[in-house]
Structures are given as C-alpha cells and as structure tokens.
C-alpha cells in the first residue's frame, strides 16, 4: 500500500492515446482500489468487512474494459484510490449532492448498507479534497482544454460499472437491470448520440437503457452548462457481464465485452481515431454478444453487488 495520499502523490493515472489524438477524454473514476495507510486508519471496518465493501462498490477492471479507447486516440484519466477514500464522481456542495443523504458524498461515512465507515472529520475531509479531488479534476479539465484548444470540440465518455443486484443505498431499486446503462445530461449529451449509442449497443446483443438505473454523465465543471463545446455521455456496463461479482475478478470472456463495447461506440459515430496497426473491429475473434449468453455469474445469496449512482453532472 502506498504511504500516504499526500499532495505529492498524484490521485490520477493519465493513459495517453496510442493513435493519433481524438477530441475523446475517457474518465474512469470508480476503478482504483488504492486505500493509503492513512485513509485506512480513518476506516472503521475490520480487514474483512472492509474488503467486502470494496467487492460492492468498486467498478472493477472498467481501466481495463475501456483500455481500448487509447488505441482509437482518446486519452484516459483513472482516479486511482478507492471511492472509499474519496469520490470524485461527487459534488462537493453536500446540498447539491444526493447521495450526502446516505453518507456517500465525496468523503464517505457510511457503508453501502448504512453502517459507519469513518467518523465525520470536515478538516479530513478539507484535506483530501485539497490533495485529490481538486488535483484529479484540475487534471481533467486540462486534458479537456488541450482537446477543445486543438479541435474546438471535446467529448467526455464517463466510463463505469454496476452491480447486478441494486445496493441497499442506491435509489433505483428494481431488479431487472440493464446490461448497459447510457448516462446523460440533459445540456451536454446530444440527443442523436444517445439514441445512436443505444441503438448500437442493442445491435451488440446488449439489454440497454437510458438514464437507468444510473443518469448523468460528467463534465468538467469549468465547462459545465457553459461551452457547448463539450459532450458527454457515461457508459455503465452491469459488472455481471465480465467480472465474477463474488470475487471481483475478471471472466475469462471479458475482452469480448470489451470488444462489443468497442465496436457499438465506433458504430455509433463517438469521434475517435484509430491506431494505423488496429485491426478493424468487425469480425474476427471477438464475435459479438448474443443476446442471453451474457448470465450473470452465480452469486452468494448474501453478496450484493452494485455501486452508489454516480449522480454526476458535475
Ligand atoms: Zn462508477
């Protein structure tokens, strides 16, 4: 484990694109499992309960899921310590924030399942903010603006996963989830990209819904509501799909979801460029996903699964 989250560790992993730069900026905030020794200590879980809070509410491997986009000229930013440290998928107002009302705002205090994680501490909460969320978002809204300085336009696809089963803090209740929930916000996501990424993704076999059981899509907040020129849109892949939820590992058939996700955003339009050595995406090994193929892995009838609703707009 790393020493400490001090300012400077940097909070974010930046992969840069291996194809000639598209204005697409991948953000994977929910994939890090990084707790400094000094966030544990604020933690008041056992090693064991704490671990199965990660199980819960990590978006396991989505770096990976999404690595592809490096290769199609986007540059990716990962938020490497855990949500449980700190969220940067959060507002920070608590009053604008949603999920403050389960203790699940930017610091949390309470468990997926309404127990004490840590003791409210505002100057902990001060510090971390100062030494990650602010650095992570300065960070994306540069990658941003270097994008929107050389193609005057930007999009952001917010990149994340969800629990096949709804998490006792999360809103959206029903049991029916999706295999692919398509985020949006009402003044950043085009109509048409939407419409396209879903019709895309259910030409990949996919179960697809909108705003379901997750909404928003993240925007930096310097371009929030204010430039057109930004897009967003945030992809949410039930983690069923290609992760054993009980465990948190990878399946072994992942890369073909990776694989259906990345043929679906390139036939929908999103804007990227491709790596002259890519083979093309259509055919090959990596054949699509058949409606009813894609189960949920058995689980534990006691291992929930899931992740708080990245509530997003920021
Ligand atoms: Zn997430």
């Known amino acids: 484990m790393a020493r400490g989250d001090g300012p400077l560790l940097a909070p974010s992993r930046v992969l840069r694109a291996s194809a000639p730069d598209a204005p697409v900026i991948a953000h994977v905030p929910h994939a ?24 819960v509410m990590t978006d396991w491997h989505t770096d ?20 449980l440290v700190l969220d940067p998928e959060r507002f920070l107002d608590p009053a604008a924030e949603p999920m403050e009302r389960v203790g699940q705002g930017v ?22 903010i100062e030494t990650l969320y602010r650095p992570h978002h300065a960070l994306l809204a540069q990658l941003v603006t270097e994008r929107l300085d050389r193609f005057d336009r930007c999009l952001v696809l917010d990149c994340h996963s969800f629990g096949s089963h709804p998490l006792p803090s999360e809103a959206d209740q029903a049991p029916d989830r999706p295999d692919v929930c398509v985020g949006t916000d009402d003044w950043h996501t085009p109509p048409t990209l939407a419409d ?38 945030m992809l949410e892949v039930r983690r069923g799909l290609y992760c054993d939820e009980t465990t948190g590992t990878l399946r072994p058939d992942w890369p073909d979801v990776a694989a259906a996700i990345e043929r679906a955003c390139v036939a929908a339009g999103l804007p990227f460029t491709m ?36 509530i997003l707009d920021r």
Not at 41 to 50: E, H, K, R, Y
Not at 115 to 127: H, Q, S, T, W
């Open 196 to 233: 396209a990424l879903e019709t895309a993704l259910r030409g990949e076999g996919f179960r697809v819904r909108r705003d379901s059981p997750f909404a928003g899509a993240l925007v930096p907040l310097d371009r929030y509501r204010t430039d057109p020129r930004v897009t967003a849109v």
């Open 107 to 128: 610091v949390y205090t309470h468990t997926h399942d309404g127990r004490p994680l840590r003791r409210p501490d505002g100057a902990l909460r001060a510090r971390w």
């Open 275 to 310: 790596a002259a050595n890519t083979p093309p995406m259509t055919g090959g090994p990596s054949a699509a996903i058949e409606p009813g193929t894609a189960n949920i892995p058995p689980m534990a009838s006691d291992s929930p699964s899931g992740e708080v609703p990245p």
């Open 64 to 83: 990976r899921l999404f690595d592809w986009v490096t290769r199609r000229g986007a540059t990716a930013i990962v938020f490497e310590p855990s949500r």
């Open 32 to 55: 890090g499992t990084r707790i400094a020794a000094d966030a544990r200590a604020t933690i008041l879980l056992d090693d064991i309960a704490l671990t199965r809070e990660q199980l």
